[in-house]
């Protein structure tokens, strides 16, 4: 199965220009860059082999609801795949029960989700059991009851420990590798995705990404995903 290596730029960068530049520097299969909304056109425009993703789009398809981006608003501009409650926004007031209404409004525009997952240092302290439990809990809150009834392809897991984000330490590839599974189980026998795909985020890179793409099918990357070098690298260890 081809990685897939996700670029989430977050609120980066600060111009159009550079995400043009960024954009045209990591331009390569088996890539989904995920800029903020405004710079989505742009890229669409210039990006020849990687695909385009969103950080986030809202659960109504229009109407009035100042500020947000609706998946058929995404889905017509050509973007491919969605990250839906990524621990950044669950910290910003997400909860669940957005997510799951998000979750099922992206599968239904077409887009690919990505649904990020992952506990806090708190539950890892208590150890992989109870990483388990929280997590099981949380795919059962976040992924709609509609959607295991119909056979929909495309469903993405990212398992982004949050005390990893942005953290400059990730996690270990052998307890990734634990909860990856866990969750592949998870989605096998609770809800019958048969061909879902789970990624490793957290302080990925260009030394440690090797490892994580062992254990998990593609990696979500932050940090390194500005900086064309490492990202690249981490491209190569990919391949
Ligand atoms: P990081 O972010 O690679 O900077 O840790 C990952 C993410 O938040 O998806």
């Not at 897939?4 to 043009?20: C, D, G, H, Q, R």
Request: net charge positive.
């Amino acid at each position: 199965m081809s990685k897939l290596l996700v670029a989430n730029w977050k609120m980066n960068p600060t111009s159009e220009n550079e995400a043009i530049r960024l954009a045209k520097a990591i331009d390569k299969e088996g890539i989904a860059i995920a800029p903020p909304f405004i710079f989505l056109p742009a890229l669409k425009k210039v990006l020849k082999n990687a695909s385009l993703g969103a950080q986030d789009a809202f659960w109504e398809e229009k109407g009035a609801f100042t500020g947000e981006v609706s998946p058929p608003m995404l889905k017509k501009l050509g973007v491919e795949y969605v990250i839906i409650g990524h621990s950044e926004r669950r910290a910003l007031g997400e909860t669940d029960a957005i997510i799951n209404k998000k979750v099922l409004a992206a599968l239904k525009a077409g887009l690919k989700l990505i649904l990020c997952v992952g506990e806090d240092l708190k539950i890892r302290r208590r150890g992989l059991k109870a990483v388990k439990n929280f997590i099981k809990n949380q795919l059962q809150k976040d992924l709609p009851a509609k959607i295991f009834k119909k056979n929909l392809g495309g469903l993405i897991v990212a398992y982004e420990p949050i005390w990893a984000i942005g953290a400059g330490k990730a996690d270990t590839p052998e307890d990734a590798k634990e909860i990856i599974n866990f969750i592949k189980k998870i989605l096998h026998s609770n809800f019958y995705f048969l061909n879902s795909k789970v990624l490793y985020g957290g302080s990925v890179n260009a030394q440690n990404a090797a490892g994580f793409l062992k254990v998990a099918d593609g990696l979500l990357v932050g940090g390194a995903s500005l900086r064309v070098k490492e990202f690249l690298s981490i491209l190569r260890s990919s391949a």
